[in-house]
């Protein structure tokens, strides 16, 4: 079965700290993304990436850098951590849909984190 | 005015209850998704489709891409069928690399015994 691991549930930090999230696919997928979903706002792309160590940003990606070294791993780091980054952080990954492109897109479980 | 309306935002019925949720969209895709959101986060993809209707169980959902708009319907509703529901579709980003989603902000449905 597909599976998408966000590597925290829960997580507090500071302003101004480096955060990293992590996520791990254990479905060999080329595409993966990272979102953040918001009350009123829903869920919005911050980063997606195609390859390994490829990336293109999404609508919201100030503030926010990616890395993707390995085909599995797709990690959204916060640069510098603000209160106004604290938010539900979803990833998820897809496999590359050809000239139909379309797939479904498979989800972790979501970081809940809060910025103090 | 965003890219994807879902109607209604909040949604109480009685179980046993058809339920439907609205779903319109304003740009050209390639499909629309439906997902389901529990309490505490994960999200599960219900449908994907580009035409026509799907069914899968007690749920169905229907588009109609001359109008832009989507139905995702629950028949005989359960209280485990409380959720957030998600319209999402589908916008091409090139031949080969997999499509991004553009969301709906959800409809919180809640059944009650």
């Known amino acids: 079965d597909v599976k998408v691991t966000q590597s925290s549930r829960y997580l507090v930090k500071r302003t101004g700290e480096k955060v990293f999230l992590e996520c791990v696919q254990d479905?060999?997928?080329?595409?993966m993304f990272w979102y953040r979903q918001d009350p009123g706002l829903g869920l919005r792309l911050i980063y997606f990436?195609?390859?390994?160590?490829?990336?293109e940003k999404g609508d919201i990606p100030e503030g926010y850098s990616v890395s993707r070294e390995k085909k599995e791993r797709f990690s959204l780091i916060l640069e510098s951590a603000s209160t106004n980054q604290t938010s539900m952080y979803l990833c998820?990954?897809?496999?590359?849909?050809?000239?139909?492109?379309?797939?479904?897109?498979?989800f972790g479980d979501g970081t809940r984190l809060s910025i103090l | 005015k965003n890219e994807v309306e879902q109607s209604p935002q909040n949604l109480t019925a009685q179980e046993g209850e058809f339920i439907t949720i609205n779903c319109s969209y304003s740009?050209?895709?390639?499909?629309l998704h439906w997902l389901q959101q529990h309490p505490g986060g994960g999200i599960v993809s219900l449908f994907m489709?580009?035409?026509g209707k799907k069914k899968h169980g007690r749920l169905i959902a229907t588009i109609n891409i001359q109008e832009k708009h989507s139905s995702l319907h629950i028949t005989a509703s359960h209280p485990r069928d409380s959720a957030v529901y998600i319209c999402?579709?589908?916008?091409?980003?090139?031949?080969?690399?997999?499509?991004?989603?553009?969301f709906g902000e959800g409809t919180q449905l809640t059944v009650n015994p």
């Open positions: 999402a579709v589908s916008l091409r980003i090139g031949e080969t690399s997999g499509s991004r989603l553009t």
């Open positions: 740009v050209g895709i390639s499909a």
């Open positions: 479905m060999d997928h080329e595409n």
């Open positions: 998820a990954s897809s496999v590359t849909g050809g000239a139909g492109g379309n797939q479904p897109q498979h």
């Open positions: 489709l580009s035409s």
């Open positions: 990436s195609y390859d390994v160590k490829m990336k």
